[in-house]
């Protein structure tokens, strides 16, 4: 299994990105996609999630409303897009596979099975 996240970069505080992960290794519909972050000196949080069978998704609070996440299930791609974006929300953002999700959503870190490198998100003020 293999993760492969991209798409992060510098943007103004307002702006947008879109990240994407790439799944190789394991076929859609049986677990869960995470999108986590680590800024400097903090813990990794939760951003998202999302069920690669029904599409079910979940938020964290401080992105709710601002981040969608979708997917292209024939493309085994999982997508979070970032609109409003604040300095706050500078950290490397990574994606996560959850193989045998026992509860949704599946928040915590060591819930999930595989992880993909980090994407820096750079939210300059």
């Known amino acids: 299994v293999q993760l492969q996240a991209s798409g992060g970069g510098l943007v103004q505080a307002g702006g947008s990105l879109r990240l994407s992960c790439a799944a190789s290794?394991?076929?859609?519909?049986?677990?869960?996609i995470g999108w986590f972050r680590q800024a400097p000196g903090k813990e990794r949080e939760v951003v998202s999630c999302?069920?690669?069978?029904?599409?079910?998704?979940s938020y964290a609070l401080s992105v709710k409303g601002r981040f969608t996440i979708s997917k292209d299930s024939a493309k085994r791609m999982v997508y979070l897009q970032m609109n409003s974006l604040r300095p706050e929300d500078t950290a490397v953002y990574y994606c996560?596979?959850?193989?045998?999700?026992?509860?949704?959503?599946?928040?915590?870190?060591?819930?999930?099975?595989?992880w993909g490198q980090g994407t820096q998100v750079t939210v300059s003020s």
């Open positions: 996560a596979a959850d193989i045998f999700p026992v509860r949704w959503p599946p928040r915590d870190s060591g819930e999930y099975d595989y």
């Open positions: 290794g394991i076929t859609f519909g049986d677990y869960a």
């Open positions: 999302i069920h690669t069978g029904p599409g079910s998704t």
